[in-house]
């Protein structure tokens, strides 16, 4: 049987693979043209036999930075600039959430806009870049190319504005007299104080923290007080009381009368109260006697230990 040509394709696979491994390691030593020839290489034999997608994404991300760093020493052609782009495009159609992808191409439409003369298809550039870079800061918020490509972007935009010809950008303050109309900045990303990802204002024992207080109606600071030990009761039972005697000296429709006295402590039952309580405590079978009105979880509770301990 004749092999096909290119031989089979698991050995045009390893072949790939040896080849990325040899552009990384030149990439590493910053020899990205060497580089870039390796990581074409290797794409043309995967698009030989129909591309291994982890192989492939690899391949592209890895020749986009070659590419990128040609752009961003301003050696780029616009060919190789509009085949960045088309690079990171497909990495984003196999692995849509890829920082680096939206970064890079955010980088080579960046960096086409700048060659293009006329403003309406460089407004659209800058545009499409805007995205492309907002995408990756939602994603990686800490790392300072994103945010410093986003600054410059921010820059050229607020140069421009809708449905101008072409001579402002050229000769600059030839219509200074008229409005410029900036684009809006996009409101920044929630990121959580806690583990520092988007998405997301707090998280885990934070999070549980201003939900208890909030809850409770006291300081966040005094929930986070922990007693010595699981045998202290701690000081969060007297913080409680002491918000809620200040709110009923301040306003004594703050709470139910009929629940707590001014003390903070539980008010007593009426006697017809209490005896229909205890007779719903001691009912075992439907149907269940029901109370004259709702009680706090605590009076009820009392009552069960006053009533079990006769």
Same mark, same amino acid.
Not at 285 to 309: G, H, I, K, T
């Given at each position: 049987?004749?092999? $096909?040509?290119?031989?089979?394709?698991? +050995?045009?696979?390893?072949?790939?693979?040896?080849?990325?491994?040899? +552009?990384?390691?030149?990439?590493?030593?910053?020899?990205?043209?060497?580089?870039?020839?390796?990581?074409?290489?290797? =794409?043309?034999? #995967?698009?030989?036999?129909?591309?291994?997608? +982890? #192989?492939?994404? +690899?391949?592209? =991300?890895?020749?986009?930075?070659?590419?990128?760093?040609?752009?961003?020493?301003?050696? $780029?052609?616009?060919?190789?600039?509009?085949?960045?782009?088309?690079?990171?495009?497909?990495?984003?159609?196999?692995?849509?959430?890829?920082?680096?992808?939206?970064?890079?191409?955010?980088?080579?439409?960046?960096?086409?806009?700048? @060659?293009?003369?006329?403003?309406?298809?460089?407004?659209? #550039?800058?545009?499409?870049?805007?995205?492309?870079?907002?995408?990756?800061?939602?994603?990686?918020?800490?790392?300072?190319?994103?945010?410093?490509?986003?600054?410059?972007?921010?820059?050229?935009?607020?140069?421009?504005?809708?449905?101008?010809?072409?001579?402002?950008?050229?000769?600059?303050?030839?219509?200074?007299?008229?409005?410029?109309?900036?684009?809006?900045?996009?409101?920044?990303?929630?990121?959580?104080?806690?583990?520092?990802?988007?998405?997301?204002? @707090?998280?885990?024992?934070?999070?549980? #923290?201003?939900?208890?207080?909030?809850?409770?109606?006291?300081?966040?600071?005094?929930?986070?007080?922990?007693?010595?030990?699981?045998?202290?009761?701690?000081?969060?039972?007297?913080?409680?009381?002491?918000?809620?005697?200040?709110?009923?000296?301040?306003?004594?429709?703050?709470?139910?009368?009929?629940?707590?006295?001014?003390?903070?402590?539980? $008010?007593?039952?009426?006697?017809?109260?209490?005896?229909?309580?205890?007779?719903?405590?001691?009912?075992?079978?439907? /149907?269940? /006697?029901?109370? =004259?009105?709702?009680? /706090?979880?605590?009076?009820?509770?009392?009552?069960?230990?006053?009533?079990?301990?006769?």
């Amino acid at each position: 049987m004749t092999e $096909a040509p290119g031989g089979d394709s698991s +050995g045009r696979n390893i072949k790939a693979s040896h080849l990325k491994d040899e +552009g990384n390691a030149l990439a590493t030593a910053q020899k990205y043209e060497e580089a870039e020839n390796k990581y074409r290489e290797g =794409l043309s034999l #995967l698009e030989i036999n129909g591309a291994d997608t +982890g #192989l492939e994404e +690899g391949l592209r =991300l890895n020749l986009a930075l070659c590419l990128t760093n040609k752009a961003d020493t301003e050696v $780029a052609s616009k060919e190789e600039l509009e085949e960045l782009v088309a690079l990171c495009t497909r990495v984003l159609a196999l692995v849509p959430e890829s920082v680096k992808a939206f970064y890079r191409r955010a980088v080579g439409r960046h960096t086409l806009a700048r @060659l293009e003369t006329d403003s309406s298809k460089k407004k659209d #550039l800058l545009t499409q870049a805007k995205r492309d870079v907002m995408e990756a800061a939602n994603r990686d918020t800490a790392d300072p190319k994103i945010r410093e490509l986003n600054s410059k972007i921010n820059q050229e935009l607020k140069t421009l504005s809708p449905g101008e010809d072409g001579l402002k950008f050229k000769f600059g303050a030839l219509y200074s007299d008229r409005e410029t109309e900036t684009a809006a900045e996009p409101a920044a990303p929630t990121v959580c104080s806690v583990c520092a990802r988007p998405g997301h204002e @707090l998280c885990g024992k934070e999070r549980w #923290l201003h939900v208890r207080a909030q809850w409770l109606g006291v300081p966040v600071e005094k929930v986070a007080e922990e007693p010595a030990s699981f045998e202290d009761d701690g000081t969060l039972r007297e913080v409680i009381r002491a918000e809620r005697r200040a709110r009923v000296q301040k306003d004594p429709s703050a709470g139910p009368s009929w629940a707590r006295d001014i003390s903070g402590e539980l $008010a007593d039952l009426s006697e017809d109260e209490r005896e229909m309580l205890e007779e719903c405590l001691d009912s075992v079978d439907r /149907p269940y /006697p029901q109370l =004259l009105r709702s009680l /706090p979880l605590p009076q009820a509770v009392r009552c069960a230990e006053e009533l079990w301990m006769e």
